[in-house]
């Protein structure tokens, strides 16, 4: 404890000015445009320097014709940097709170919402309540129910089952959605001019979501009855970005939901494989839990809701 008085007595004596200082000489370059843009003259700006390495215990810069900053000097100069900035988002944080609104939302959703309008939805979100942080996670929807439950996610984007209907739990439908099959640029169908179904691409290598997750459940009624139950996927993946990198580099045919199938065939990333019958997704919904309703949380439900519609 001794030791970690005496580490912190020199910032004792630090103020926020002082930072704010430090970092306009270091941009500046020399004590008199320093001096000119802090209002001070320059007799002043060599006093409070020297005063502030004084303090310090060391020399935080070599003067020359340009100041040039010492080790001392660069590690104030990352502490200030940390310690201003930190100070500017609690500025924000604390500005939203005093309005009423929260200053951060963690959203959890699957592939599907992703495609499905949450980008549009956080960027109308964000121009209503731009001193509001949004943070995205997305993976596998039980684990994300998971963090809906223990309050680490304010609203998850998911499919609608009974899982929707737990105690304590709200919703509301987006969209329907379906289960694709696509190609990437690595698959040697990629530059085939007609049009490409099942049969073309039954024997090819798959990419599949894990055992066990709606994509996959129904992906693997419509096999069997297709006749194709010995479809084994040679790889695995709930990564988005695993599959798009597998299908770009390799010889792969991947299945995901058809929202972000058209979402990347919009891009260019992927080609949709035609398919005779309807692989049935689900309804893509918003959960959230009734207790913790804030306004700003229902605020970015309705933008959901808005963006998910006008894309529909």
């Not at 590690?75 to 951060?104: S, W």
């Not at 010889?251 to 990333?269: F, I, K, N, P, T």
């Amino acid at each position: 404890m001794i030791e970690q008085a005496g580490g912190l007595a020199w910032a004792r004596r630090l103020k926020l000015r002082h930072l704010e200082s430090f970092l306009v000489l270091d941009e500046a370059g020399t004590l008199t445009q320093a001096a000119q843009r802090l209002h001070m003259t320059q007799s002043a700006m060599s006093h409070w320097l020297a005063e502030l390495e004084s303090d310090v215990g060391m020399p935080l810069v070599v003067r020359g014709r340009r100041i040039q900053l010492t080790a001392a000097g660069h590690l104030l100069k990352r502490l200030a940097q940390g310690v201003l900035g930190d100070v500017a988002r609690t500025g924000i944080e604390m500005r939203a709170v005093a309005a009423g609104r929260v200053p951060r939302l963690n959203v959890g959703s699957v592939w599907a919402g992703i495609a499905g309008g949450l980008p549009e939805a956080v960027s109308a979100f964000q121009q209503r309540h731009p001193d509001v942080a949004v943070a995205i996670h997305d993976g596998p929807f039980d684990n994300l129910l998971k963090g809906l439950e223990t309050h680490a996610m304010d609203a998850v984007v998911g499919v609608l089952d009974a899982r929707a209907h737990r105690a304590g739990l709200e919703h509301r439908v987006l969209f329907e959605d379906r289960v694709a099959i696509v190609i990437g640029r690595g698959s040697k169908y990629w530059q085939h001019a007609g049009r490409l179904d099942l049969a073309d691409v039954l024997h090819e290598q798959w990419v599949m979501p894990p055992t066990g997750t709606l994509t996959r459940i129904q992906m693997d009624a419509f096999l069997i009855e297709q006749g194709a139950s010995w479809l084994l996927p040679r790889a695995e993946t709930a990564s988005l970005a695993m599959m798009q990198a597998l299908l770009h580099k390799g010889d792969y045919v991947g299945v995901c939901s058809e929202s972000m199938a058209d979402y990347m065939a919009s891009l260019q990333v992927f080609r949709k494989i035609a398919i005779d019958s309807s692989i049935r997704f689900g309804p893509i919904t918003v959960m959230w839990s009734r207790e913790h309703a804030s306004a700003t949380l229902m605020d970015f439900v309705q933008c959901l809701e808005e963006c998910a519609h006008s894309a529909s």
